[in-house]
């Protein structure tokens, strides 16, 4: 009998691995990352000071399992056009790694989880936005705007710009002005930064039946709706000075940092084929920006 089960240990070992692994990119880690780069600069913003290492850790353990639960679900719903696509069949689901099931009911509990999370160690205000963003970025996006309208990152974006909500909130248990103005920053980003991508994989798209702008108006039309909301966010950016009280540090780096994000978006109008170059410029972009919140407040 030990015998046995020494054997079935080894045996299985392996596999257990690869569905740990399996479990784990169903989560889609290094979307969760972007998204947590918003939140913490809208802590230091919200508390003008760092608001204490605990309360960041809480948030970001919470915003993690909310985030990875939305994530799991958008795989589960999503895994039929999924094995279709070049840039998504590598996914558990796709690859027949991980039952549907299993998936709908780890997506599920992980956002129940991150809801608890944030309302035992942050504010119910954090948890109930965080959650709401899910329901949002699952029902909404996924389920119905994805697959039938070319506004569907548009609207859908307003799911990943949910964060800033969420780190303001659990800070103070209010949203304030300053913390719409960074979800603005992000919500204007989203087209951007995915149409990039969407032009880069526009055969995928059109492929798998999904509306996506490329796919239904065509590569110019959006490079230049691209440069619309480019523009949109930048001048977005540029609010937070006075509405957040920002001094120069933040300032300087908005208009430097817009001006490359907005002279890589006037590129790929002139040159398509160098959108995946954008699609690096805007995660830079984002990353550097919140950056820069919290250098202002912290120095």
């Known amino acids: 009998m030990t015998e046995i089960h020494h054997q079935a240990t080894i045996d299985t070992s392996p596999g257990a691995r690869t569905r740990v692994g399996a479990y784990f990119a169903l989560t889609k880690p290094r979307i969760i990352e972007l998204l947590l780069i918003t939140t913490v600069p809208a802590m230091v913003l919200a508390a003008k000071s760092w608001p ?5 850790i809480a948030t970001l353990i919470g915003g993690t399992l909310s985030a990875g639960g939305a994530n799991a679900l958008n795989m589960y ?25 299993n998936a709908m009911i780890f997506g599920v509990a992980l956002g129940a989880l991150g809801f608890v999370w944030l309302w035992v160690f942050t504010t119910l205000l954090a948890a109930a936005i965080s959650t709401a963003a899910l329901l949002f970025y699952v029902f909404v996006y996924t389920r119905t705007l994805k697959r039938s309208t070319v506004q569907n990152i548009v609207i859908g974006g307003a799911a990943g710009a949910a964060p800033t909500l969420v ?21 204007y980003w989203t087209p951007p930064h995915f149409w990039a991508l969407a032009l880069r994989y526009k055969e995928d798209y059109a492929a798998a039946g999904v509306p996506m702008l490329p796919v239904v108006a065509g590569v110019h039309a959006t490079t230049r709706r691209m ?18 009280r920002m001094s120069w540090i933040y300032m300087v780096a908005a208009l430097v940092l817009g001006a490359w994000f907005l002279w890589d978006t006037w590129r790929v109008v002139r040159r398509p084929e160098e959108a995946m170059r954008l699609f690096t410029t805007s995660t830079v972009y984002l990353s550097a920006l919140f950056a820069s919140v919290m250098l202002d407040v912290l120095l």
């Open 52 to 56: 204490g290492t605990w309360l960041v």
């Open 77 to 101: 719903y999503d895994r039929d056009i999924d094995e279709i696509m070049r840039r998504t069949r590598t996914r558990p689901l796709a690859r027949h790694e991980v039952e549907p099931r």
């Open 167 to 187: 780190g303001w909130a659990a800070v103070s248990g209010s949203v304030g002005v300053p913390a719409w103005v960074l979800f603005f920053v992000v919500f």
């Open 227 to 244: 440069l619309l909301y480019t523009g949109l966010m930048v001048g977005v950016s540029l609010l937070l000075v006075p509405l957040g």
